[in-house]
Nanobody, 121 residues
């Protein structure tokens, strides 16, 4: 009953910017931390950034200073503003959220289907 849907991926030149969005919908009581992971071609999935419900953020060293994570709690949405993009940022980007469902007894980790980001040199 809970779904995460990413949007905003696409093709951009090196040095450019892109903004990703991920909206959670369904039977949601509340959302704890939200975040973004990515999986480059032929590589393992890696953490990009996280944001707690209180607004505390963490970033991977590789994106520190270039990416900004934020969230709109009223819309159950998390964003990733990416600037100064490098070809190495090319990956499928996945959003994730720790969510307690309406009537649920526990929180679970939910994942989106991913959105492709391609940075050309």
């Amino acid at each position: 009953q809970v779904q995460l849907v990413e949007s905003g991926g696409g093709l951009v030149q090196a040095g450019g910017s892109l903004r990703l969005s991920c909206a959670a919908s369904g039977s949601i009581f509340h959302i704890n931390a939200m975040g973004w992971y990515r999986q480059p071609p032929g590589k393992q999935r890696e953490l990009v950034a996280t944001v707690t419900s209180g607004g505390s953020t963490n970033y991977a060293d590789s994106v520190q200073g270039r990416f900004t994570i934020s969230r709109d709690n009223a819309k159950n949405t998390v964003f990733l503003q990416m600037t100064s993009l490098h070809p190495e940022d090319t990956a499928v980007y996945y959003c994730t959220a720790n969510i307690k469902r309406n009537g649920g007894d526990y929180s679970g980790q939910y994942w989106g289907q991913g959105t492709q980001v391609t940075v050309s040199s």
